[in-house]
């Protein structure tokens, strides 16, 4: 799944929650920054792009791609720490890397996750797994959109007008397709 694709899918069901979490950056910023961290283990995605040093380490080092930080232990390691801290910043990127870990495991590769252990698990029947980057994911990115736009309906100040609203609806999609994230 590409970072699009990851951080619609870790923030969906926080702001379905709760929309008002619409209103804390930093919160989202962090359920975010979870649903895109275990890319790092590839240096062209769009986390290893910007913590080049970090993941050209992991490179370096031996890690692959959909690896360690595939596994359930990613998350897990945020988890505990944000319980250890009472940090809820920390909870919030164990959030989004299990988020990430659902969403990796809807596509045809899946998620190892009880690393080294070396079974992908898919959560999707085979016929309903799709390719990073494909067309189906960006269907799904559209239905994530259009259902954050109805969660979001009152705080988004958008005029009470049908046209206008599919028009901000499919301009906001092809304007979030350009913000420059891959993988
Ligand atoms: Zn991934």
Do not use: Q
Not at 63 to 85: D, E, N, V
């Amino acid at each position: 799944m590409t970072a699009k694709g990851h951080i619609l899918l870790a923030i969906t069901p926080l702001i379905a929650i709760n929309p008002d979490l619409y209103n804390n950056p930093y919160l989202i910023g962090a359920s975010a920054l979870g649903a895109v961290l275990p890319d790092i283990d590839e240096p062209h995605s769009y986390i290893g792009k910007r913590l080049y040093l970090i993941s050209d380490l992991l490179h370096y080092i031996g890690i692959k791609h959909r690896t360690i930080t595939h596994s359930l232990y990613f998350p897990a390691i945020f988890f505990i720490l944000g319980i250890l801290f009472n940090n809820i910043y920390l909870l919030a990127i164990g959030y989004g890397a299990l988020l990430h870990l659902i969403g990796d495991s809807l596509t045809i590769t899946g998620v190892p996750l009880f690393y080294p252990n070396k079974t992908y698990f898919n959560l999707l029947p085979e016929p309903l797994r799709f390719k990073t980057n494909g067309s189906v994911e960006y269907l799904i990115i559209l239905i994530l959109i259009v259902i954050d736009f109805y969660i979001l309906r009152d705080h988004l100040h958008i005029p009470d007008d049908l046209f206008y609203k599919i028009f901000y609806l499919i301009n906001s999609f092809f304007e979030f397709l350009k913000t420059p994230l891959s993988m």
